[in-house]
């Protein structure tokens, strides 16, 4: 009997969630930024500053790091430093977590994607990670950057294709953001702001063609070059400055927007037919400027909301975030959830689940994994 098509398309087989253990409050950080910095900023930005970390939208977020005082005489040797160690172990742990969910070992393993934005190394993290995990060394590897916050849709992309052109076993897709290791200050809006968003995480997704719970269904990307220098890093003295435009939260709508419509058209769907919605937790005004283009409910915005507040803005695994809390509320099969993330370039990406009739069968294989219970 032949099988269906559904059964041969890259599902979603287990995600895997990674944050520091160092958690701040806004209270923490904005007296830390006002203690260290405060008197290079003027009054306004003082005031800006201040409203900004008042906000309800972000409760706490997660450094990696012993203490915030280590920003501030951190050089850029100490900072790739840092970030390498804390990558390599927040995208293991993320690894791990994973695949103890499903009956994959890790020499079953066929291609591994990571991406990040927040450090560079050459050999890339792959590398790092296929020696920490122990992944078979003729595995095929790719190391993404330049994506920004939206990079895990790309990432999502190379590895259903990959996960398409292997009879058997699966692709790893992995995000890890140290956002801290980008940190910078000044009298500088879009600095102020970064510092009362950006936290540091990473995510992890089995991607294979055995049936799982979500089914990836398609997925499209639209990238408006004119609109580079709304949101990316630039150098200034030989290190990374974010740099944010003031009407990019009208700017990701309208690109946000866009790609959702022709997604659902090329799919042959209503906005209605849409139950969940998986959002990249931008900043309050990102998302409430996404939530009027797309029409959607704070109900439907809960999930992306609840991550914000708990983790703050960590870049491009936050929206794994933000679909592992919608993969734990109760849903039926044939409901679709749609991944929508932006970030440099500027680009929008989104990706489009549905819900199978599977449930899981097996039991974890806990002694195939040599890193579980690691710590930072």
């Known amino acids: ?7 041969q398309a890259p599902h979603i087989s287990a995600i895997g969630l990674a944050a520091p ?10 007296a830390f930024l006002l203690r260290h910095y405060g008197g290079s900023l003027n009054a306004r ?49 993320a690894i791990t977590h994973a ?25 890339g993290l792959s590398t790092y990670l296929i020696e920490k995990m122990g992944l078979p060394d003729t595995l095929q590897a790719f190391d993404l950057v330049g994506s920004g916050c939206g990079g895990a849709i790309p990432n999502l992309q190379l590895a259903a294709s990959l996960s398409a052109a292997h009879t058997d076993g699966a692709v790893l897709s992995v995000s890890v953001e140290i956002c801290s290791a980008t940190f910078q200050m000044a009298d500088d809006l879009s600095l102020i702001v970064s510092n009362a968003l950006f936290a540091d995480g990473a995510a992890a997704a089995v991607i294979s063609k055995e049936p799982a719970e979500w089914r990836l269904v398609s997925s499209m990307g639209r990238i408006v070059p004119s609109q580079r220098d709304a949101v990316r890093f630039v ?79 960590m870049s491009s695994p936050t929206v794994f975030f933000v679909l592992e809390e919608i993969m734990k509320a109760e849903s039926d099969p044939g409901d679709y959830c749609m991944m929508v993330a932006f970030g440099a370039g500027l680009s929008a990406y ?23 219970g690691e710590q930072l």
């Open 21 to 30: 253990d160092h958690a701040t409050s806004q209270e923490e950080a904005v």
């Open 45 to 93: 930005s003082r005031r800006v500053m201040k409203k900004i970390f008042d906000h309800p939208g972000i409760s706490q977020r997660k450094f990696a790091l012993d203490r915030l005082e280590c920003l501030v005489d951190e050089d850029p040797d100490q900072r790739m430093e840092r970030f390498t160690h804390h990558a390599v172990a927040l995208a293991s742990r």
């Open 235 to 313: 150098y200034r003295n030989g290190q990374l400055h974010n740099q944010l435009a003031e009407n990019l939260p009208e700017l990701v709508k309208t690109c946000a927007v866009r790609v959702v419509t022709e997604l659902l058209e090329s799919a042959g769907l209503d906005h209605e037919d849409i139950r969940f919605w998986a959002l990249h937790p931008g900043g309050d005004r990102i998302i409430s400027a996404v939530q009027q283009g797309l029409k959607l409910t704070e109900a439907q915005l809960g999930p992306t909301r609840l991550i914000l507040s708990r983790y703050g803005n």
């Open 99 to 123: 695949l103890e969910q499903t009956s994959i070992p890790p020499d079953q393993i066929k291609a591994l994607v990571v991406n990040t934005c927040t450090g560079y190394l050459c050999p």
């Open 350 to 372: 989104a990706c489009l689940l549905k819900k199978t009739g599977y449930r899981r069968k097996f039991p974890c294989r806990l002694a195939d994994f040599p890193v579980i």
């Open 1 to 7: 009997m032949k099988k269906s098509p559904d059964a």
